[in-house]
């Protein structure tokens, strides 16, 4: 099967092909049943290809497959090459996996579009899929690069998919409690989907100069070239690519200071989030920088710069998600905070930990966009949890998964989220005890503001009876997904089991010929007590975060009104996302329009045009200064003949 790993990108490509052209034509079946079908069958190819790959010895687990050359252009050469390893393959089942099911979701979802913009829409899913394949199966840095553009790309169709919508400013809502709720303006999806693509074209720009300065230093962009030349680079010059790398990485899986696009991301429709946040696009930047280990481990420096970025990251994500009010944006920071602690585990050589919290992530963080879409559905796309409650008895099936997903989110024991997290606290305790702690106070806000969606949402009382009345169990299509994610969710930690458990932890042994080969892992350890001691710990904050948030919602729901009213300014705060938008508003935004309009009215218009213009009314006023000489009398004709004639005479006298 490894010979025929192309047919991985293929499938989904021929999914695109069939529904962009066809669908529209031959039905929503048609589409429906090649647009989930491609990504399950890429699925199991590459079950079927991880199970050979595992069948060769370890130290030959590394297949590559030569499809044609590319690029030859005098000494650069760039075949199109796909690579089958370990890590390449770990990540095709979880892009095509998750993937599977969201398509699944989606038939469901979608039901409401006419058949043109279902085929449209299953088009660039299945687009979304093949781009983000190509990237993880690539073999050297240009085609990965095509790929991370290509879902760049995707993103911003799927994101502004709705783009007929428009802002629309919300009535005001009364809740039971007569008290009245301000609805913030519905999102543009056609400016976020402008929005994620101009921040992200910030970070590509910083991934294609790291691109061009690997080339210009080792002469080649093949993984396996360039990471053997490695050593042998100066170290500034590593340090250089990997920063610029990790720029582009910051865009892709939104960290700061590029992290503002995600959340507006939310205008898409529910299966784009689910997909977006999951299997593709953020995690791209955390598997670029677990691929490019090699560069990291030889310029500690920027290994440090990405944890520090992903810790601070992940603590101000966390922090604005415990006062959002629409449901999907908490979770959308949540994915942000999520991904910080990716680059904390990458950062600090554990990339082992990135790539199993990066797939545990893919099943509860898919569990719960489709969830928080299975709400929409049933409340007419009501979104706003402050007119939500009491749906665990409308909507039980949904709730039980939401609660699921809630629980591997914050990190409550033996869920897959506790054992991948604490892995990661681990090797940032054995990094630095201030990373740790950091993490941990990430790890509390994430267990509080979890709660507190799924409390206020789901527990309690109705706080809009008509909105209750209407809502309703979604259909079996959409809640099939629902319930294998949450059996992921729950059994998805015996993957990667802490080593004090004293047994195999399959997610580190399988990954090992990647990360093992050039012997550069770093390997520090820890007493098996200390190891108890921050695994009782881990468990110890979750469990803190989930009795906080059901004191707050549940049992004294008078607090959380009280703590803002006493706390505004540091509410204030968080509610207007730490100002960051407003800044890159005023200082970007703002100050560029401006420098356009004076461009514009000034250079443009006053210069270039004044040139152009005045140059051509010259030649209009000396073309008409000269049709007076040419009125049609004979005599003037001659006589400008005359002084012609003279003129030349007295030249050639006289020179």
Same mark, same amino acid.
């Given at each position: 099967?490894?010979?025929?790993?192309?047919?991985?990108?293929?499938?989904?490509?021929?999914?695109?092909?069939?529904?962009?052209?066809?669908?529209?034509?031959?039905?929503?079946?048609?589409?429906?049943?090649?647009?989930?079908?491609?990504?399950?069958?890429?699925?199991?190819?590459?079950?079927?290809?991880?199970?050979?790959?595992?069948?060769?010895?370890?130290?030959?687990?590394?297949?590559?497959?030569?499809?044609?050359?590319?690029?030859?252009?005098?000494?650069?050469?760039?075949?199109?090459?796909?690579?089958?390893?370990?890590?390449?393959?770990?990540?095709?089942?979880?892009?095509?996996?998750?993937?599977?099911?969201?398509?699944?979701?989606?038939?469901?979802?979608?039901?409401?579009?006419?058949?043109?913009?279902?085929?449209?829409?299953?088009?660039?899913?299945?687009?979304?899929?093949?781009?983000?394949?190509?990237?993880?199966?690539?073999?050297?840095?240009?085609?990965?690069?095509?790929?991370?553009?290509?879902?760049?790309?995707?993103?911003?169709?799927?994101?502004?998919?709705?783009?007929?919508?428009?802002?629309?400013?919300?009535?005001?809502?009364?809740?039971?409690?007569?008290?009245?709720?301000?609805?913030?303006?519905?999102?543009?999806?056609?400016?976020?989907?402008?929005?994620?693509?101009?921040?992200?074209?910030?970070?590509?720009?910083?991934?294609?100069?790291?691109?061009?300065?690997?080339?210009?230093?080792?002469?080649?962009?093949?993984?396996d070239a360039v990471f053997a030349a490695a050593p042998q680079a100066p170290a500034t010059v590593l340090s250089a690519i990997t920063l610029l790398l990790f720029m582009g990485a910051v865009g892709k899986s939104?960290?700061?200071?590029?992290?503002?696009?995600?959340?507006?991301?939310?205008?898409?429709?529910?299966?784009?989030?689910?997909?977006?946040?999951?299997?593709?696009?953020?995690?791209?930047?955390?598997?670029?920088?677990?691929?490019?280990?090699?560069?990291?481990?030889?310029?500690?420096?920027?290994?440090?710069?990405?944890?520090?970025?992903?810790?601070?990251?992940?603590?101000?994500?966390?922090?604005?998600?415990?006062?959002?009010?629409?449901?999907?944006?908490?979770?959308?920071?949540?994915?942000?905070?999520?991904?910080?602690?990716?680059?904390?585990?990458?950062?600090?050589?554990?990339?082992?930990?990135?790539?199993?919290?990066?797939?545990?992530?893919?099943?509860?963080?898919?569990?719960?966009?489709?969830?928080?879409?299975?709400?929409?559905?049933?409340?007419?796309?009501?979104?706003?949890?402050?007119?939500?409650?009491?749906?665990?008895?409308?909507?039980?099936?949904?709730?039980?998964?939401?609660?699921?997903?809630?629980?591997?989110?914050?990190?409550?024991?033996?869920?897959?989220?506790?054992?991948?997290?604490?892995?990661?606290?681990?090797?940032?305790?054995?990094?630095?005890?201030?990373?740790?702690?950091?993490?941990?106070?990430?790890?509390?806000?994430?267990?509080?503001?979890?709660?507190?969606?799924?409390?206020?949402?789901?527990a309690g009382q109705p706080r809009d009876w008509p909105l209750y009345e209407k809502a309703h169990e979604s259909p079996g299509i959409m809640t099939l997904p629902l319930v294998v994610l949450a059996m992921a /969710?729950?059994?998805?930690?015996?993957? +990667? $089991?802490? #080593?004090?458990? %004293? !047994?195999?932890?399959? @997610?580190?042994?399988? &990954? /090992?010929?990647?990360?093992?080969?050039? +012997? $550069?892992? #770093?390997?520090? %350890? !820890?007493?098996?007590? @200390?190891?108890?001691? &921050?695994?009782?710990?881990?468990?110890?904050?979750? $469990?803190?975060?989930?009795?906080?948030?059901?004191?707050?919602?549940?049992?004294?729901?008078?607090?959380?009104?009280?703590?803002?009213?006493?706390?505004?300014?540091?509410?204030?705060?968080?509610?207007?996302?730490?100002?960051?938008?407003?800044?890159?508003?005023?200082?970007?935004?703002?100050?560029?329009?401006?420098?356009?309009?004076?461009?514009?009215?000034?250079?443009?218009?006053?210069?270039?045009?004044?040139?152009?213009?005045?140059?051509?009314?010259?030649?209009?006023?000396?073309?008409?200064?000269?049709?007076?000489?040419?009125?049609?009398?004979?005599?003037?004709?001659?006589?400008?003949?005359?002084?012609?004639?003279?003129?030349?005479?007295?030249?050639?006298?006289?020179?």
């Amino acid at each position: 099967m490894l010979d025929s790993i192309w047919l991985v990108i293929a499938l989904p490509v021929a999914g695109v092909l069939l529904n962009g052209l066809l669908g529209r034509h031959l039905g929503r079946a048609f589409v429906s049943v090649v647009g989930v079908g491609v990504v399950g069958a890429a699925f199991a190819l590459g079950a079927w290809a991880m199970t050979d790959l595992a069948a060769l010895p370890e130290a030959q687990r590394t297949f590559t497959l030569p499809l044609w050359d590319w690029i030859t252009v005098g000494n650069l050469q760039v075949p199109l090459t796909l690579r089958a390893d370990a890590l390449s393959l770990w990540m095709v089942l979880v892009v095509s996996g998750v993937g599977f099911l969201i398509h699944l979701y989606s038939v469901g979802y979608m039901q409401h579009e006419d058949a043109r913009m279902f085929a449209r829409f299953f088009a660039y899913l299945n687009l979304f899929v093949a781009s983000m394949l190509l990237l993880v199966l690539a073999d050297n840095y240009l085609l990965l690069y095509v790929g991370w553009e290509l879902v760049g790309a995707c993103s911003y169709l799927l994101i502004g998919f709705w783009f007929h919508k428009r802002d629309e400013a919300q009535a005001p809502v009364t809740l039971m409690d007569g008290t009245q709720v301000t609805l913030p303006p519905n999102l543009n999806p056609a400016d976020s989907g402008k929005k994620a693509f101009i921040v992200n074209r910030i970070g590509d720009f910083g991934f294609a100069l790291g691109v061009f300065l690997i080339w210009s230093t080792f002469g080649t962009l093949n993984f396996d070239a360039v990471f053997a030349a490695a050593p042998q680079a100066p170290a500034t010059v590593l340090s250089a690519i990997t920063l610029l790398l990790f720029m582009g990485a910051v865009g892709k899986s939104a960290q700061l200071p590029l992290a503002v696009w995600l959340p507006d991301a939310m205008a898409g429709p529910t299966p784009v989030s689910a997909l977006i946040h999951a299997a593709t696009m953020v995690t791209a930047g955390v598997y670029m920088v677990a691929r490019s280990h090699v560069l990291y481990e030889l310029a500690p420096g920027s290994a440090l710069v990405v944890a520090l970025v992903g810790g601070v990251t992940a603590l101000y994500a966390a922090a604005i998600a415990l006062v959002q009010v629409d449901l999907k944006r908490i979770l959308a920071y949540s994915t942000i905070s999520q991904l910080g602690y990716m680059f904390v585990a990458v950062g600090v050589g554990a990339y082992a930990a990135g790539l199993f919290h990066l797939t545990t992530h893919a099943f509860f963080k898919a569990l719960l966009f489709l969830a928080a879409g299975s709400v929409m559905h049933a409340l007419h796309d009501v979104i706003d949890i402050r007119r939500m409650g009491g749906l665990w008895r409308k909507m039980p099936l949904t709730g039980l998964t939401f609660l699921v997903g809630a629980l591997a989110l914050a990190g409550f024991p033996l869920t897959s989220g506790f054992f991948s997290k604490d892995e990661i606290l681990l090797k940032a305790f054995q990094f630095s005890p201030g990373l740790w702690v950091l993490g941990l106070a990430t790890a509390l806000l994430t267990a509080f503001y979890t709660f507190r969606a799924l409390f206020v949402a789901f527990a309690g009382q109705p706080r809009d009876w008509p909105l209750y009345e209407k809502a309703h169990e979604s259909p079996g299509i959409m809640t099939l997904p629902l319930v294998v994610l949450a059996m992921a /969710a729950l059994l998805g930690g015996l993957l +990667g $089991l802490p #080593a004090v458990l %004293g !047994v195999p932890n399959w @997610t580190a042994d399988w &990954l /090992a010929p990647v990360f093992d080969t050039h +012997g $550069l892992e #770093a390997k520090h %350890g !820890v007493s098996a007590a @200390t190891e108890w001691l &921050l695994l009782g710990v881990s468990a110890a904050v979750a $469990l803190a975060g989930i009795a906080l948030a059901y004191w707050f919602y549940v049992s004294r729901v008078d607090i959380p009104a009280r703590l803002a009213v006493a706390l505004r300014p540091a509410f204030v705060f968080l509610a207007n996302k730490c100002y960051l938008d407003d800044l890159y508003d005023a200082v970007l935004v703002r100050s560029g329009r401006q420098l356009a309009q004076l461009l514009a009215q000034g250079l443009d218009k006053a210069a270039i045009d004044g040139i152009i213009d005045g140059t051509a009314r010259l030649l209009a006023r000396g073309g008409a200064w000269l049709t007076q000489f040419e009125d049609g009398h004979i005599p003037h004709y001659a006589l400008g003949m005359f002084v012609g004639a003279l003129l030349l005479v007295v030249y050639l006298v006289v020179r």
